[in-house]
């Protein structure tokens, strides 16, 4: 690996390390602000919490339509991220539901832009250098991992300081946005038709509904995870460690994801990433004590560390090169935010009227219909495969 190449994975990673410290100082302990600072109800925090998910899907393709038509991901990038972060001090003045709403919603706006654009370059770099996208995105883990256990503990003090963290971690990431490389790709002039081209891919329209059963609840649970530790007896301190030690536990497999998946392949290795879903949310129904729950906070790093990587090299292997960028948008915004936003709305129904371990219960059967739909496509490829070689 030459020195460029050194830079620019460097760069990527530093860009990874602090929009996730963003995220993690802001959206794990923001459920409990609303509701232990400001006295919101369930009802009123799920709706919050799961506005973020639902504009994400409408905008997401329109920042995919800009950033193609300008062809300058890497400005969209950092005018989008610096926004969104400015926007986050949107909590600090507001002091009713309404207020807090209309500060969600302008976050998700430019928040959306985020992930599906630097994920876009980045699987196009890493790609072309032969560098393992996995090693890149760990940095993510690894940066909300530290910001909810140094948050957790601030909070304590002064709870707003999330709010201030997030604008700062975001304001840095913006300005080293200018120097990832420019990864432009040839403007697709007929996105609507690249749309309904993606669309007719089985494969594709089956592993969306997967990625939202299974991805979904995984996301829904940096919203709930803290006041699922709170109503375990955990501190602001508590929801850090539990935290910092669930993110940390995904850089590991995300680092091994890429020669399980040459071993084991893609869609086994989501197999085993929504099964482990699962588990860990049916043992969180049957109320664990605090110790167990930080025990198996690890656990995350089975689901989101290989599910992440499989997810987005299974929809890049499936769909042709000419509509890659259109694919992995919709993955991001249907696959991911409709399913974050369908488990932190309802979620929130759930928590309301009975308590946040029936959260957990709705989440384990998502997440087990997931796997059901993962093994019944392996079915599928297989029996395809078999055909194919006889013929």
């Known amino acids: 690996m030459n020195k460029e190449v050194k830079k620019n994975i460097l760069t990527l990673q530093g860009f990874y390390l602090l929009a996730f410290f963003a995220f993690g100082s802001l959206f794990p302990l923001l459920s409990v602000y609303l509701s232990?600072?400001?006295?919101?109800?369930?009802?009123?925090?799920?709706?919050?919490?799961?506005?973020?998910?639902?504009?994400?899907?409408?905008?997401?393709?329109?920042?995919?339509?800009?950033?193609?038509?300008?062809?300058?991901?890497?400005?969209?990038?950092?005018?989008?991220?610096f926004l969104?972060?400015?926007?986050?001090?949107?909590?600090?003045?507001?002091?009713?539901?309404?207020?807090?709403?209309?500060?969600?919603?302008?976050?998700?706006?430019?928040?959306?832009?985020?992930?599906?654009?630097?994920?876009?370059?980045?699987l196009k770099y890493t790609s072309k250098v032969r560098v393992n996208y996995g090693n890149v995105r760990l940095f993510g883990s690894l940066g909300f991992g530290i910001a909810v256990f140094i948050m957790g503990r601030l909070s304590e003090q002064n709870p707003s300081v999330i709010f201030y963290a997030f604008f700062l971690a975001l304001t840095l990431a913006a300005l080293l946005a200018f120097r990832i490389p420019?990864?432009?790709?040839?403007?697709?002039?007929?996105?609507?038709?690249?749309?309904?081209?993606?669309?007719?891919?089985?494969?594709?329209?089956?592993?969306?509904?997967?990625?939202?059963?299974?991805?979904?609840?995984?996301?829904?649970?940096?919203?709930?995870?803290?006041l699922f530790v709170e109503d375990s007896g955990g501190t602001y301190t508590g929801i850090g460690i539990a935290f910092l030690l669930a993110v940390l536990s995904e850089i590991p497999f995300m680092r091994l994801a890429g020669s399980w998946i040459d071993k084991f392949g893609l869609l086994h290795i989501s197999a085993l990433a929504g099964f482990v879903s699962f588990f860990r949310w049916m043992l969180y129904f049957f109320e664990p004590n605090l110790t167990l729950v930080y025990t198996t906070a690890v656990i995350q790093g089975f689901s989101l560390g290989?599910?992440?990587?499989?997810?987005?090299?299974?929809?890049?292997?499936?769909?042709?090169?000419?509509?890659?960028?259109?694919?992995?948008?919709?993955?991001?915004?249907?696959?991911?935010?409709?399913?974050?936003?369908?488990?932190?709305f309802f979620g929130g129904i759930i928590y309301e009227q009975w308590n946040i371990y029936y959260v957990y219960f709705f989440f384990g059967i998502l997440a087990l219909m997931g796997v059901i739909l993962n093994i019944w496509l392996i079915k599928e490829?297989?029996?395809?495969?078999?055909?194919?070689?006889?013929?």
């Open 36 to 81: 232990e600072t400001v006295g919101l109800n369930g009802y009123q925090i799920g709706t919050i919490m799961s506005v973020g998910p639902i504009v994400m899907i409408f905008f997401q393709p329109i920042w995919g339509v800009i950033s193609d038509k300008t062809n300058a991901p890497t400005r969209v990038l950092s005018i989008t991220t």
């Open 84 to 122: 969104a972060g400015a926007f986050g001090l949107g909590y600090i003045f507001s002091d009713d539901y309404i207020l807090f709403f209309i500060t969600a919603t302008a976050i998700a706006v430019f928040q959306s832009a985020i992930i599906p654009v630097s994920d876009s370059i980045s």
């Open 182 to 226: 420019k990864e432009k790709a040839p403007v697709n002039k007929q996105l609507l038709s690249g749309v309904k081209e993606i669309l007719t891919f089985k494969k594709f329209i089956i592993f969306l509904a997967i990625t939202f059963l299974i991805f979904g609840p995984n996301l829904a649970n940096n919203t709930y995870f803290g």
């Open 306 to 344: 290989l599910f992440i990587p499989a997810g987005l090299q299974y929809i890049r292997e499936i769909t042709p090169v000419h509509i890659t960028a259109t694919a992995v948008t919709l993955y991001s915004a249907i696959g991911n935010g409709f399913g974050n936003w369908f488990s932190t």
């Open 381 to 391: 490829e297989k029996d395809n495969a078999t055909v194919t070689a006889k013929i």
